[in-house]
């Protein structure tokens, strides 16, 4: 607890929120907020604004909501501002994305979707082949590129008149990347961008832009974009606040719920096999292997780190762990992702879990981009800049300081985040220990 410590600034004035990516999340994302606006839809899946949080004892009778306990900034003050290569508006690509029903939650809105046109996008199809559009920004410079998002950034800020900005990356998956010597300074960095080196992606362009503006970033895909050294340090100097990678959504969400109950009640995996059917823009893209193994990378990370087979190899040490990601135009957003999970119990028994989750990718998604942008602008107006490792409640592939491992299990991850929030106001932090209730000081046993 840090009682003396300074609460974080109040949310004055609009905050824009900037998404490279104008696709099926970054549309339902903003129709979502509008709706909600408009008393026409309901932000079911956002913590920050239906979650509570509890505070002191369980007797105080302390929980407000978390949006009464910190200061958020108001859905009515967020405006919008997105790139993309294909120049559809964003009522156009609601409707070519079709996640959402059209004449109940697009056309009612079409007048406000119509008025977010993306910006031209800083897009090279060596990064994600499966893709591809007019509305680029021209020639092939990467200093140039990177000076024009930051131009676009100080554009939109000024033309929306917002007091703060934040970025989420909504596009889509690059091909796989390996952190390498023009990733390790920020020296090393500017000399690739300014060599057009192929290590340069261009959402890690997006990350240095948002970040030399000090706007604070999101990745909401397992590129490397913000995770290099070189970004690290730049945002830690700088103190922006930066989170990622990879939104935690439909597969990897049920591996970081059921996983860490196994492993609470000391059952054994013999192996978890994963495949998923989805057909919107982003099974495309990942239908190419190298956006695939981007994708993969991140997904198979999670259960080696909340099992922990190091400090449990009789139960985990050899299990087999395997996913798979089928692109099936008809399945459109409705992903459907299976898992079969085989276990051991008492005296080596073996049973099985099946889990059949036909969810829908950018609705899980939606909430998470609202969440991540107002926390992101909250730790930066309470000053914490560099790695918000409280949010990776949020993410597949947390980032997380050198050195420390990354913390996949769900619900420490709640504990977390709801904890930081109670360290900015100064509250106490929650242990869940509970002794206090059953001391005759309490009268609670005694039945005083």
């Not at 300074?6 to 004035?13: C, E, I, L, S």
């Not at 997006?206 to 290099?228: H, I, K, T």
């Not at 597949?396 to 900015?424: C, V």
Request: aromatic share 10%.
């Amino acid at each position: 607890m840090n009682n003396l410590r300074t609460p974080p600034a109040p949310a004055n004035g609009r905050l824009g929120v900037l998404l490279p990516g104008l696709g099926a999340v970054a549309t339902t994302f903003i129709a979502g907020v509008e709706l909600a606006r408009r008393g026409l839809g309901r932000p079911i899946g956002s913590l920050t604004q239906l979650g509570t949080i509890r505070l002191g004892k369980r007797t105080d009778g302390r929980t407000p909501r978390i949006a009464e306990f910190v200061p958020l900034s108001a859905l009515d003050d967020l405006v919008f501002g997105a790139w993309d290569p294909i120049p559809d508006n964003a009522y156009d690509s609601a409707i070519e994305a079709g996640v959402l029903q059209r004449y109940e939650h697009i056309e009612p809105i079409a007048d406000f979707l119509k008025t977010i046109v993306p910006m031209p996008a800083a897009f090279d199809r060596h990064y994600v082949k499966r893709l591809d559009g007019t509305n680029v920004k021209h020639g092939t410079s990467k200093r140039a590129w990177a000076e024009e998002l930051r131009e676009d950034i100080r554009r939109f800020r000024a033309e929306n008149a917002c007091e703060r900005l934040v970025m989420v990356w909504c596009g889509s998956t690059e091909i796989f990347i390996r952190p390498g010597d023009a990733h390790r300074t920020m020296e090393a960095f500017e000399a690739a961008i300014d060599a057009d080196d192929d290590a340069i992606a261009p959402s890690m362009l997006y990350a240095y832009a948002a970040l030399m503006e000090g706007v604070p970033f999101a990745n909401g895909a397992p590129n490397l974009s913000v995770d290099v050294p070189a970004l690290v340090a730049l945002a830690t100097e700088r103190g922006v606040p930066v989170a990622g990678k990879d939104f935690k959504t439909g597969q990897t969400l049920m591996k970081t719920i059921i996983a860490p109950g196994l492993k609470a009640r000391m059952l054994g995996l013999d192996g978890w096999f994963s495949t998923n059917i989805l057909g919107n823009r982003d099974g495309a893209v990942l239908d190419d292997p190298e956006s695939f193994r981007t994708k993969e990378e991140s997904k198979l990370s999670v259960l080696e780190y909340i099992l922990q087979p190091e400090l449990y190899p009789d139960l985990y040490k050899n299990y087999y762990h395997k996913v798979r990601i089928n692109y099936y135009p008809p399945r459109g957003d409705a992903k459907e992702g299976w898992d079969n999970i085989d276990i051991r119990g008492w005296l080596d028994y073996p049973m099985q879990i099946k889990v059949d989750f036909l969810c829908r990718d950018s609705i899980l998604a939606a909430p998470i981009v609202l969440d991540l942008a107002l926390f992101l602008d909250l730790s930066s107006r309470a000053e914490m800049g560099g790695i918000q490792e409280w949010l990776s409640f949020y993410l597949k592939s947390p980032m997380h300081a050198e050195g420390l491992y990354p913390e996949h299990d769900l619900f420490i991850q709640q504990t977390k985040l709801k904890n930081t929030l109670r360290w900015m106001m100064g509250e106490e932090q929650i242990t869940h220990l509970g002794l206090e209730y059953y001391t005759e000081e309490s009268g609670i046993a005694t039945g005083d």
